[in-house]
């Protein structure tokens, strides 16, 4: 029997426009090769990107944040493809919210326990300000998660956590997230892109990062089906 799945894109656009962690115009496009150089019928434009690999919707793999940690490249499929669940916090989350045990008590009372192997994203609402980069970035206020949420999702043995503002941890107090998800061998993903059209459970994802051989970042082109 056939069906018919929606596909859903939860990537942003990369250009010289979007945030970026540091202010600076991480983001290059530049022509290398272009039409007028060419000879007719054959025609080619050509490009080369000079970009941060944390730049727009990007992966984080273990080795951005751990020593001897896997990179990008020896990520398998089997854990870049997986049961989505989403738990949306955007109601009562603010520049200074942090995303507790509690979120995750309250999802799993409605939806049941987060399944072994699903990637679990946070819907905080934040992507809403992605056009308005100073916003966005807003010295560092943007809802984050405590560590101890992550905590609760390694118990559920997740294969990565992503969340719709710049990163899990605002960087104030260190990096515990990154610790904790990065250290157990997982994988963050930030920056994603309209997580609001996405249902609680039920959605495949595809993590699909560029394939960069000693990479421990990598930009994503992330896309769920429902």
Known sequence: ?????????????????????????????SIVTDYKDCTPPNLFRTHRVCASMSLGTHMDSPAHAIVGGRTIERLTIEELVAGCVVIDVSK?????YIVTPSAIEKFESEQGKIPAHSFVIFHTGWDWHWETPEKYRNNFSFPSVEVSTAQVLLERNVVGLGIDTFSC???????PVHQAILGADRY??????????????????????????????APVRLVALV
């Open 92 to 96: 009562e989350a603010h520049e200074n």
């Open 169 to 175: 941890d605002t960087g104030k107090s260190g990096f």
């Open 1 to 29: 029997m056939n069906r018919e799945f929606k596909v859903i894109d939860l990537t942003h656009t990369l250009s010289a426009r979007v945030p970026s962690w540091d202010r600076k115009a991480d983001f290059e496009l």
């Open 188 to 217: 963050l993903v930030e920056n994603i892109a309209n997580a609001k059209s996405l249902p609680a459970v039920g959605a495949k994802i595809f993590v699909l990062p560029t394939k960069i051989e000693g990479a421990t970042e």
